[in-house]
């Protein structure tokens, strides 16, 4: 994302009242297309209402083991990963509703029965759900908040990960990446030092790229200005 673009609207954000609450996502409004306006009303069925309470409840299995994508952004690769493991649940969350309405209809034409998204802050959602209950979150590619008065808002925080690590099972993993090479160092500084997580790759270390893990759209667009992928896969141990 270019958030010199954002950034008066971050400024106008940030000075507003009724804004004080650091969020980690600007909502931007972008139009739909028709089939995604269309998609939104045929494939109802695939998305949750906020408030939603514990998100396991909203499959037919509500057994198998949860995954949950924090903005999945368009959603091509959450679809991907839905349709390659139908033994899981998947729920992704998001703010940007195109990329809701895309990710339901890239869902539905696919016939994804595992997959529910949902137009929310995420950090509200994880908030609902009880204790141990997430086999594993993903957050690919969040925005990397450049600048050094934006920091709070990167998702990435020990005030967050708190949050992140009591909703994870016990051997539950958080799996981040980034394309931002200071936004990855940040990353490794905060999750090394959280106790109750083991860097699975190594103190220090990102994790090689799993071939499992499909190309995002921020991720194309990184690696096409030449920026170095980091992966990092943290296991809750305690
Ligand atoms: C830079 S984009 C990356 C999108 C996608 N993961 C990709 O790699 O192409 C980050 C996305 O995270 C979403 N986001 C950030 N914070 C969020 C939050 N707290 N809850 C839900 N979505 C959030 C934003 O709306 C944005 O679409």
Redesign the pocket.
Known sequence: ?NNDQLEPQIVDLDNLHEHREI??????SSPLNTSQRAALEQYRDLILEYPVGDLRQHFEHPERPLTV??????????VLMAKANPERNYVG????VP?IAQCVYEAGMAEVKNLKVLD??????LKEMPDNSIDCIQ??????WQKKRHFK?R?VAHERMELVESKLMLNGTFHS?TDWEPYAEWMLDVLDNRPNLENMAGKGNSYPRPEWRPL??????GLESGHKINDFIFKKIG
Do not use: Q, W
């Not at 994508?69 to 959450?78: A, D, K, T, V, Y």
């Open positions: 994302m969020v980690t996502f600007m909502r931007r994508e924090i903005g999945f952004g368009m959603g091509r690769s959450l969350i998001e703010v940007h990329g929310a802050d995420a950090i509200k959602v957050l690919y590619f969040p925005d990397p808002r998702f990446a995002t759209k921020f991720e194309r667009r």
